[in-house]
């Protein structure tokens, strides 16, 4: 009976170790994606991302130019408004030319030979059908291209002269790492690869918690502990303070979960734009604290260290103590 009982006991040490060991691993692995996974979503990579604007009005430019129709209503609308504009241009020019000209004897005769010649009035004589050849222009699918891509080039150019580059080592090292081609195919696969891992860690993290709760029990039915029988289930409580202090205990998440306006009469859409994210557990959190440099969170910190840490190790240390060496059971600080 002695033997069967610490037989069951060693089958339960052995299954919280186990478990243990799987639960840190899988949520070690877990973390690192998610720490990708916040790493790729931060706003730098989307809302402030000067690449990503360039992208994004790439493709407005290109909707828009190809959106361009000058048959019908609308190209006699765009034929007036282009014939005013160059009417107006002629008109300035003429005037001009006559300001430059003005007050010397050579700029009498040039304007006079202007006048005499209607240089002026045969270039509006000629606006019909230069107006005719814009449109013509603007209506062809090659010179719509060379305009779309001549747009697309002067922003792209300004946006590389006026902002900051972004460094993309670290981006592209995830990507690589996970084979993934661009961001979105890898943000897509990492949150289904986490969430996956999520559900393949539930009977892990639920068998450990019976485990632990049989535990209980075996110590609540047996009337009388042996040495050996307290000194194990001692280390499956170590144990299980252990895979406790090492898991993440806090996670803060600061994101712009969606941001919609529309440009250029296109929708645009941001989402999931992460701004801070720390996930800690309780050592780092110490750490954390400790190494801030302010007495309060120095204070705060040695707390956590003494009454999370140090309290629970000591008092198994000197339970183990108390019940191996008898001598010690009268020691005070035992």
């Not at 204070?299 to 019940?323: E, H, N, Q, R």
Request: contains cysteine; glycine residues 4%.
């Amino acid at each position: 009976m002695k033997h069967s009982k610490l037989f069951v006991l060693l089958i339960l040490f052995g299954s919280i170790v186990f478990l243990s060991l799987k639960v840190y691993t899988t949520e070690q692995k877990k973390r690192t994606m998610k720490e990708d996974l916040i790493e790729l979503s931060k706003i730098k990579y989307g809302l402030f991302s000067v690449d990503e604007w360039k992208q994004i009005l790439a493709s407005i430019i290109t909707k828009k130019v190809g959106e361009f129709n000058f048959e019908g209503a609308n190209r006699d609308n765009m034929r007036k408004e282009i014939s005013v504009f160059l009417y107006q241009q002629i008109d300035q020019l003429e005037k001009r030319f006559r300001e430059r000209n003005s007050g010397t004897l050579t700029g009498f005769f040039k304007n006079s030979l202007a006048a005499l010649t209607g240089g002026f009035d045969n270039i509006k004589r000629d606006v019909p059908r230069i107006t005719e050849d814009i449109l013509d222009f603007m209506n062809n699918p090659k010179n719509r291209r060379a305009v779309r891509e001549y747009i697309i080039e002067k922003i792209s150019a300004y946006a590389d002269k006026t902002f900051v580059k972004i460094d993309y080592s670290t981006h592209n090292e995830i990507l690589t790492k996970y084979n993934y081609k661009d961001r979105s195919d890898a943000i897509l696969g990492l949150t289904t690869q986490i969430q996956t891992a999520n559900s393949g860690s539930k009977p892990y993290e639920n068998t450990l918690l019976l485990v632990a709760a049989l535990t209980g029990l075996y110590i609540i039915l047996s009337k009388r502990l042996s040495k050996n029988e307290f000194l194990i289930i001692t280390i499956s409580c170590v144990t299980l303070l252990i895979i406790g202090l090492l898991l993440p205990m806090i996670e803060i998440d600061a994101r712009i979960a969606n941001m919609s306006f529309n440009l250029l009469g296109e929708p645009v859409s941001f989402q999931d734009q992460v701004l801070y994210y720390k996930s800690k557990s309780i050592l780092e959190v110490v750490r954390l604290m400790v190494t801030q440099g302010r007495i309060d969170l120095i204070c705060v910190g040695i707390l956590v260290l003494t009454f999370s840490i140090l309290f629970p190790v000591a008092k198994s240390i000197s339970s183990v103590l108390y019940v191996y060496l008898p001598r010690l059971k009268s020691n005070k600080f035992i």
